[in-house]
């Protein structure tokens, strides 16, 4: 059997155990009470957790949750089936044609073009869609992002839709002066006699937007970037336990300056 018809075989395999799965009289009673909008929680968790595998580095556990991610997929797929809508055949079709339709420069006659050239050939194609689509016109540069995105990857996103319109600073300093003005009506929030919770709350708001544009501007993903010092603050953490625990304390007995000192010895390991 060649390559790709085990491959064509195994999709098939897939695609007819979430059938079976959610077989209204054989299938599996938590498969069978699902919709659309109560597997998006499980989306987007297994997202997470692709990209969690992904910076592990470890190919094994990539695999794995490809695959958890890839269910996904087949499951609204099923579920769009059922109801008569489209099958996955539809959705792997309008992908491969989308692909091909925004890469003249690969799948057409025509000549290779810069990344200036090719984000603007991206964003006229799009454009073209969305008219050939009858979609509602929204002529603001901020149209079509998507709300359901990470308010991380939603600020970045916004800033660099504002940036192609020229509505951005072209240095860094500017930007780094920013974090500091934000972070300067965040203090001078917290500090008044009576706060405004929801004062504080828009301060520290408008001081992680900034922050996301310096992430922008040193071309670094915000999201990606905070993933990896979650992931390095946990290390660290449960490495303090460790010491904290070898002395014979507990996290909950030990005072805070035996947990500094068990955090500042780590750090310099």
């Known amino acids: 059997m060649t390559q790709e018809n085990n491959n064509n075989a195994e999709l098939s395999r897939l695609l007819n155990i979430i059938q079976q799965l959610r077989d209204p009289e054989t299938g599996c009673?938590?498969?069978q009470q699902q919709d659309f909008a109560s597997i998006v929680p499980h989306t987007i968790e297994e997202t997470y957790e692709v990209a969690d595998a992904i910076l592990s580095g470890n190919m094994v556990?990539?695999?794995d949750e490809l695959g958890d991610l890839l269910f996904q997929v087949v499951f609204y797929a099923q579920l769009a089936?059922?109801?008569g809508n489209f099958?996955?055949?539809?959705?792997?079709?309008t992908?491969?044609?989308k692909l091909v339709r925004r890469h003249p420069h690969v799948f057409q006659t025509s000549e290779v073009k810069t990344d200036d050239q090719l984000n603007l050939q991206w964003e006229q194609i799009k454009q073209k869609e969305r008219d050939m689509a009858g979609k509602p016109v929204d002529k603001s540069t901020l149209a079509n992002i998507p709300k359901g995105m990470t308010p991380l990857l939603r600020a970045q996103k916004i800033q660099k839709k504002c940036a192609k319109v020229g509505f951005d600073w072209t240095e860094l300093p500017p930007v780094v002066d920013k974090i500091h003005e934000e972070i300067e009506e965040?203090?001078?929030e917290v500090n008044v006699s009576t706060p405004n919770q929801q004062a504080v709350e828009e301060e520290i708001g408008d001081l992680l937007f900034a922050v996301v544009n310096l992430a922008r501007?040193?071309?670094?993903?915000?999201?990606t970037a905070l993933i990896k010092a979650n992931q390095k603050f946990e290390k660290r953490f449960r490495l303090v336990e460790q010491i904290i625990d070898k002395q014979g304390l507990s996290m909950e007995t030990a005072s805070l300056g035996q947990m500094e000192a068990a955090w500042q010895k780590i750090k310099s390991q």
């Open 217 to 223: 501007h040193t071309s670094v993903n915000a999201e």
């Open 61 to 63: 556990d990539i695999k």
């Open 81 to 83: 089936k059922e109801q």
């Open 95 to 97: 992908i491969s044609d």
């Open 87 to 93: 099958d996955f055949e539809d959705i792997a079709q």
């Open 186 to 188: 965040v203090l001078a």
């Open 29 to 31: 009673p938590w498969d």
